[in-house]
Each structure stands twice: as structure tokens, then as C-alpha cells.
């Protein structure tokens, strides 16, 4: 028998996790829900036609693809089988692909329902996408976004507050040591404009989006691969490797972009939307204008970002942009502007329990256990326990009679922070004894006083 096992790239979740996974998840809900954001969720799977030619070759090639039901061998054709092209054979086998991302499949919602939607449009997404990727620490193949997304409207505002969705959702989360990545198209288009790469634009931002991954020799060594001149690229690293501070930056590059209107416009936009974040009171101690980020999926017009985590192995726990022509490429009728940003779950996840951030009862399932010395005070425990749970706790009874040592390794195992210990006198007096797991501290207390303090 073959040894059973999860596909590579993907996890369990058992109860410790999920309640961690749920802290994270829960608290960046009621950030989106704070900047009126609404929740959507769409299908796990799409329509090739719907994903592919959204993120670029290198994205397409990352799609998994559904093979067709049934005898999907039956309408292959037999030269794309002899020329072995994976691009041909994949139209004839598999119509459907799990998605990439959250954005098209929220892109493809908005064109289907564009009639009864209210714009701008906000909403907020958080479920599993997949990608056929080779995992690895903080890489998976199945993985969860947190997706907020403002479609509608082109007002730089949606992006000043994206950066103030990131730093409300780290500062309830505890993570203080961040930086939030921010570059714009046009800053990038410009640059390829210096360089003379027309057309190229898509694979020089491919390799320098990898100048932090793999260094400067290796994106040197790629763009050459690539056909840019070696001549070309000093220039290009005097830019991507500038450093200073933002107004600094935005200074060398107004010089280097005199006659470039995308530079200027990406600079312009740029600096409103870093005066945005200080008109709503924000400071912007954590945001960098990071020269040398690209962003690799290709359907971003406009501002993008970037978000990491300092002194973690994890790399960048998020990222999003803005997105013109999204919308057009299911309805060229429809042009909606766009902005959006996504936390990876999982990434988040594996940042926090790095730092040791998670607070320690953040495993705990119930906040009381009862536990009973005979079958008269379960008897009696059952209605505590029901009366407990109108109010709003959770608890448990434990279900088997058995030693009260027993039950109480039971609560530590979970990490129940109270107990309530039911015998003949506390049935008797109707004082039940209260037990602090984490103080060792035990109190005969009344129903109400024992409320109080489960609930504070």
C-alpha cells in the first residue's frame, strides 16, 4: 500500500492552526468591513478563456488545468499530440482551470453583474487559489488571498487607503517591523522607454521584479538572455538601484524622465497618493517608493505594491495595483478602473508564528470546561452548561464520568482557561468552584459572578 500523504504544496489545517489561521482572517475582516468593503466569493474554478492571458506566459503556464470529463482524449488532435505542444493539446483536453487569483474571477463577476452592482464597488474576497508552482517555505501550491478590491473609480484615494487598510491590519495583528512597497507603471514604462525596449516592457519587468530574489548578476544575465543590449543596462541599474529617501527618488527620476509623460504621470500620482495618506493623519514611517519594483502579473496599469515583513524568511507577505483595462478584456464595452490588494493567508501565518505574535490562548476552542465528580452533579452540569451558552460562552461538558484529573489534563490539553468543578456541595449550595488554569487560582462562586469573570 502506497504511504498516504497530501499533494505536494498543500496542508492540513488541525484545530490549533485553524484557530490561529481564523485570528488572522477575522481581524483583517473587520479592518475591509471598517473601509466599507463587502464580502464576495466566487467559484474555485474557471474557464481557461476566463484565466489564461491574464498574468502573463509565466503565470499561464502556472494555471492547473481541469481535464475534461469523460474520455477527454476523444477530440485531441493527432498533429498537436506528434508536435507535443502543451499550449494546443491543453484546448482540447481541459476547458476549465482552478483559479490563479481573486481579481479576474472578481473582474469576471463585475462584467456578468454589472447592472445591479453599485459603484464604485468595493468588496473584500478571501478564499484558496492554487498554482502549480514548486513549493517551498512560504511558497504553496494551494494557498489563501485576502483580497480587498475598488472597482469604478480611477480617485487615488483607493490607494492611499490600501496603504491604511495594511497598517490598521498589522497594527491589530502586532507586527510593527514592515515595509510597504509602492512603484507605479508609468515610473516603469519610462524606464523601458530610456532603454529603448519597446515591446520588451513585459519581459524586462518579469526579470527586474526578481532583482531582490536572485540579485543583480542573475537579472543581468536573464535580460541578456532576453535579447536587451548589455550596453543598456548600466543605465538601468543606476535607476533600479538609486537610494535615498522618497522625495529624494522622486527627484532623480523627474530629471532622468524629462521626456517621458508615463515617468511623469507615474511621479505625479506617486506623490498624491503619498500626501493622500498624510491628509488622513497616517504617517508614512513604513512606506518605501521602491524603484526597482515591478510586479510580475501584467494586468496592472497604475500604482502597485508591495508588502514585507522585516527579519522573517517568509519575502512578501502581500501585493496588489491598479488595473485599467481589466474589465475590458471580457466586455470591450466595459473599461471600469480598478485598485486592489491581497494578503497571502498563509504567508501572514507562517510570519506570526516566526515572530511568536499569536497570543497564547489563541488555540483555545472553549473558554470553560465543567467537570463532575458523579452522575447528580452531570446531571446538574447540563444545565450550566446550557445557561452559559444563552449567554454567550463557549464551553463544554466533559462526556464521560471519569476523574476529575483526567478532565482537567483534558482542559490544559486544549487550553481551556477555566473550569468548573461540580460535586455534591455545589449542587447543594449552588456555589460552583471555579478554577483559573493558567493561576492555579479556585473560587466558590455564584452563576452571576462566575459570568463576570468568563466574560472580561
Known amino acids: 500500500m502506497d504511504k498516504i500523504s497530501q499533494p505536494k504544496g498543500t496542508r492540513d489545517f488541525g484545530p490549533a492552526q485553524m484557530a490561529k489561521r481564523s485570528l488572522i482572517i477575522d481581524s483583517i475582516k473587520k479592518i475591509f468591513q471598517r473601509y466599507g468593503f463587502q464580502p464576495l466569493e466566487t467559484p474555485a474554478m474557471e474557464n481557461l478563456s476566463t484565466l489564461q492571458g491574464k498574468y502573463g506566459d509565466e503565470g499561464d503556464q502556472l494555471l492547473f488545468k481541469i481535464l475534461n470529463s469523460g474520455d477527454f482524449l476523444k477530440n485531441v488532435n493527432k498533429q498537436h499530440l506528434e508536435a507535443h505542444n502543451w499550449k494546443l493539446i491543453t484546448g482540447d483536453i481541459a476547458e476549465k482551470g482552478l483559479r490563479y487569483d481573486l481579481t479576474v474571477p472578481f473582474a469576471r463577476y463585475v462584467v456578468m453583474n ?47 487607503e490600501i496603504i491604511l487598510m495594511i497598517k490598521d491590519s498589522f497594527g491589530v495583528l502586532g507586527i510593527t517591523d ?46 541578456i538572455e532576453r535579447g536587451f543590449e548589455s550596453s543598456s543596462l548600466p543605465l538601468l541599474f543606476e535607476i533600479l538601484t538609486f537610494h535615498g529617501n522618497n522625495q529624494s527618488k522622486v527627484e532623480f527620476l523627474t530629471q532622468k524622465f524629462a521626456a517621458s509623460e508615463k515617468g511623469k504621470k507615474g511621479l505625479t500620482e506617486l506623490t ?42 517568509v519575502g512578501s507577505v502581500g501585493g496588489g495595483g491598479r488595473y485599467d483595462n481589466l474589465t475590458a478584456v471580457f466586455d470591450s464595452k466595459e473599461k471600469s478602473s480598478g485598485v486592489g490588494f491581497s494578503f497571502g493567508i498563509d504567508r501572514l501565518y507562517d510570519a506570526l508564528e516566526e515572530l511568536n505574535l499569536f497570543p497564547p490562548d489563541a488555540a483555545a476552542s472553549s473558554t470553560l470546561l465543567v467537570a463532575y465528580l458523579d452522575n447528580e452533579s452531570f ?21 464521560d464520568l471519569t476523574k476529575v484529573k483526567k478532565q482537567m489534563e483534558y482542559a490544559d490539553r486544549k487550553k ?24 492555579g487560582e479556585q473560587h466558590k462562586l455564584t452563576h452571576e459572578q462566575i459570568l463576570d469573570i468568563v466574560k472580561k
Open 379 to 399: 446531571s446538574y452540569g447540563l444545565k450550566i452548561i446550557r445557561h452559559l451558552r444563552e449567554q454567550g460562552i463557549a464551553c463544554e461538558i466533559y462526556p
Open 272 to 313: 498624491q497618493v503619498l500626501e493622500l495618506v498624510k491628509n488622513f493623519g497616517a504617517d508614512l514611517a513604513h512606506v518605501e517608493f521602491d524603484i526597482s519594483l515591478a510586479r510580475g502579473l501584467s494586468y496592472y496599469t497604475g500604482c502597485i505594491f508591495e508588502v514585507k515583513i522585516n527579519n522573517v524568511s
Open 114 to 160: 454589472r447592472h445591479e452592482i453599485t459603484f464604485p464597488f468595493k468588496r473584500y474576497q478571501i478564499q484558496p487559489v492554487w498554482r502549480a508552482d514548486r513549493p517551498q517555505r512560504g511558497r504553496y501550491r494551494e494557498f489563501y488571498q485576502c483580497d480587498a478590491d475598488v472597482v469604478g473609480t480611477d480617485s487615488l484615494v483607493c490607494e492611499a
Open 416 to 439: 481551556i482557561p477555566f473550569v468548573i468543578v461540580i460535586g455534591s456541595d455545589e449542587v447543594k449550595s449552588g456555589l460552583l468552584s471555579l478554577k483559573n488554569m493558567k493561576t
Open 178 to 223: 514592515y515595509s510597504i512597497k509602492i512603484n507605479h507603471r508609468g515610473v516603469l514604462s519610462a524606464v523601458a522607454e530610456l532603454l529603448a525596449a519597446s515591446g520588451k516592457e513585459s519581459s524586462l519587468f518579469v526579470a527586474i521584479d526578481k532583482l531582490d530574489k536572485i540579485g543583480e548578476e542573475k537579472v543581468k544575465e536573464e535580460l
